[in-house]
């Protein structure tokens, strides 16, 4: 059993800059792939960054793509995404979310965090 808390949204303007945090429980933290996971209001969830248990390969959307970075650390059980050059198109709700297998696919993610909401204003 795994348990994500996700923190670090919030209101930034555009071409700012958030990181996120995703904090872990349970002892197999780094025997999870891990990722973040966004949906905006009338979207689909969609897949934005993944990193592989540990850390040394990652993979993302390709709009986020030189804006974005995923991190993990797990001696604290925390994933990270920074969050740069942002723009009113990322506005979305952002999940944290572990699995096993790899690549990370929405449809079959085995544990979901809360989610943190993510405003970028125009």
């Known amino acids: 059993q795994v348990q994500l808390v996700e923190s670090g949204g919030g209101l930034v303007q555009a071409g700012g800059s958030l990181r996120l945090s995703c904090a872990g429980s349970?002892?197999?933290?780094?025997?999870?792939?891990m990722g973040w996971f966004r949906q905006a209001p009338g979207k689909e969830r969609e897949f934005v960054a993944g990193?592989?248990?540990?850390?040394?390969?990652?993979s993302y959307l390709d709009s986020v793509k030189g804006r974005f970075t995923i991190s993990r650390d797990n001696a604290k059980n925390t994933v990270y995404l920074q969050m740069n050059s942002l723009n009113a198109e990322d506005t979305a709700v952002y999940y944290c979310?572990?699995?096993?297998?790899?690549?990370?696919?929405?449809?079959?993610?085995?544990?979901w965090g809360q989610g943190t909401q993510v405003t970028v204003s125009s």
């Open positions: 990193v592989i248990w540990t850390g040394g390969s990652t």
């Open positions: 349970g002892r197999s933290f780094s025997s999870y792939a």
């Open positions: 979310a572990a699995d096993s297998r790899w690549p990370l696919v929405w449809s079959r993610i085995t544990y």
